[in-house]
T-cell receptor, first 111, second 113 residues
Framework: DAGVTQSPTHLIKTRGQQVTLRCSPK?????VSWYQQALGQGPQFIFQ???????QRGNFPDRFSGHQFPNYSSELNVNALLLGDSALYLC??????????FGPGTRLTVT | AQSVTQLGSHVSVSEGALVLLRCNYS??????LFWYVQYPNQGLQLLLK??????LVKGINGFEAEFKKSETSFHLTKPSAHMSDAAEYFC???????????FGDGTTLTVKP
């Protein structure tokens, strides 16, 4: 039984570009949360999706947007990339509750 | 508002010694509290969670944590450290058992042979 999977593993983008990160939740989970983890810091909540809608949002600008599909998988989109967006992006899934299973993350580097 | 403070960004213990990782929280409502572990180049793994039931919570890998409301603390302990416990540990607080969690900055645990 696969856990939370994320793609790609690593990504290098240039300032101003746009990026899409993908997440497949653990089997049986219907809720997906996204977190940004800067180097040496704890994860910061970006937003959570449930029933294909954004249920909660953290303190991130509108450049960060997302989507959840009918199969519960999710995408995180970041527009107009800044150097400060370089981080590990974590996807977490749960069955309605707080994130219990995290994926391995996508390492985004913005140059 | 909610926040988490992890005291000590680095903790070093000898193999077999007691592990104590400190976490203090701030929450305007009864909190849900969590401890996660992160190994290098991996995601987070839930060790244990407090959801207003028993104040002493037992988790995986021999870890446990005690919720102390009077001290607003949720420290993580393990009686005997193992080399495989070396990792980054994060404490997190949430308003509910769903939704946003606020994480501390983490504590790096080193285990010396």
């Amino acid at each position: 039984d696969a856990g939370v999977t994320q793609s790609p593993t690593h990504l290098i983008k240039t300032r101003g570009q746009q990026v899409t990160l993908r997440c497949s939740p653990k089997s049986g989970h219907d809720t997906v949360s996204w977190y940004q983890q800067a180097l040496g810091q704890g994860p910061q909540f970006i937003f959570q999706y449930y029933e294909e809608e954004e249920r909660q949002r953290g303190n991130f600008p509108d450049r960060f947007s997302g989507h959840q599909f009918p199969n519960y998988s999710s995408e995180l989109n970041v527009n107009a990339l800044l150097l400060g967006d370089s981080a590990l992006y974590l996807c977490a899934s749960s069955s309605g509750g707080t994130a219990s299973d995290f994926g391995p993350g996508t390492r985004l580097t913005v140059t | 508002a909610q926040s988490v403070t992890q005291l000590g960004s680095h903790v070093s213990v000898s193999e077999g010694a007691l592990v104590l990782l400190r976490c203090n929280y701030s929450s305007s409502v009864p909190p849900y509290l969590f401890w996660y572990v992160q190994y290098p180049n991996q995601g987070l793994q839930l060790l244990l969670k407090y959801t207003s039931a028993a104040t002493l919570v037992k988790g995986i890998n021999g870890f446990e944590a005690e919720f102390k409301k009077s001290e607003t603390s949720f420290h993580l302990t393990k009686p005997s450290a193992h080399m495989s416990d070396a990792a980054e540990y994060f404490c997190a607080v949430s308003f509910s058992n769903a939704g946003k969690s606020t994480f501390g900055d983490g504590t790096t645990l080193t285990v010396k042979p």
